[in-house]
């Protein structure tokens, strides 16, 4: 069974930094997709930035520049590194998994991130 485990949010103010962490079980994680998406009150969940198994990246082009994905296999754990973040970067942060043994896509529980101006 895949389990996602989100941690690292919270309360900064604009221009601050923050790094989100997200822990993952039950799957080869080495050969998974990664994500990070996020949703804002009353907006629909959007991308934010993937890591591919080969470690390729993309990024939502509102934070390209200021936001970082990485990943470290030996602790099966992905990370979102967020840097001069501004009022706009408030949603939750969800952590995204796609990978074997099924190819599904399994969800973190989130983790609330608010700025403030």
């Known amino acids: 069974q895949v389990r996602l485990v989100e941690s690292g949010g919270g309360l900064v103010q604009a221009g601050g930094s923050l790094r989100l962490s997200c822990a993952a079980s039950?799957?080869?994680?080495?050969?998974?997709?990664m994500g990070w998406h996020r949703q804002a009150p009353g907006k629909q969940r959007e991308l934010v930035a993937t890591?591919?198994?080969?470690?390729?990246?993309n990024y939502a082009h509102s934070v390209k520049g200021r936001f970082t994905i990485s990943r470290d296999n030996a602790k099966n754990t992905m990370y979102l590194q967020m840097n001069n973040l501004k009022p706009e970067d408030t949603a939750v942060y969800y952590c995204?998994?796609?990978?074997?043994?099924?190819?599904?896509?399994?969800w973190g529980q989130g983790t609330q991130v608010t700025v403030s101006s």
């Open positions: 995204k998994l796609r990978g074997p043994p099924d190819w599904r896509d399994y």
């Open positions: 039950g799957s080869l994680f080495s050969l998974a997709t």
């Open positions: 890591i591919t198994g080969g470690r390729s990246t």
